[in-house]
């Protein structure tokens, strides 16, 4: 075996964990909700989803949005309701990765 083949069998089998890992943590976020009813397509995600993907409270999402910290869409809600807001994935991924909190300062 060279150290091509074992170094690209050892990528696969690490994303392979990755991908398990990430699906078991977001099921576990969901695992006694219903999942929200979706109003998009699978390029953005609501603050519910945000905050499960990235293992967060809501409010951590909403506070980075309202400090210009992580990018949305405002979308129109039904009378007396605040709006929603849609999270385009890769902006989500960009806040991740540029060190974002995902815990609340004490």
């Known amino acids: 075996m060279t150290n091509d083949s074992l170094s690209e069998g050892i990528i696969k ?3 392979s964990m990755v991908k398990q890992g990430v699906e078991e943590g977001i099921a576990a976020a969901l695992a006694n909700k219903p ?9 953005h995600v ?10 967060c409270g809501k409010g951590i999402i ?3 949005i309202e ?7 405002r979308i129109p ?17 960009a806040w991740l990765k540029s060190g974002a909190p995902t815990e609340p300062a004490p």
């Open 46 to 55: 609501s603050i519910p989803e945000a905050a499960a993907i990235v293992r």
């Open 67 to 73: 400090t210009g910290a992580l990018r949305s869409n």
């Open 35 to 43: 999942p929200p009813a979706k109003l998009h397509d699978d390029k």
């Open 77 to 93: 809600r039904a009378r007396g309701r605040a709006p929603g807001h849609l999270i385009k994935r890769r902006d989500l991924e």
């Open 62 to 64: 909403r506070l980075a």
């Open 13 to 15: 089998l690490v994303a």
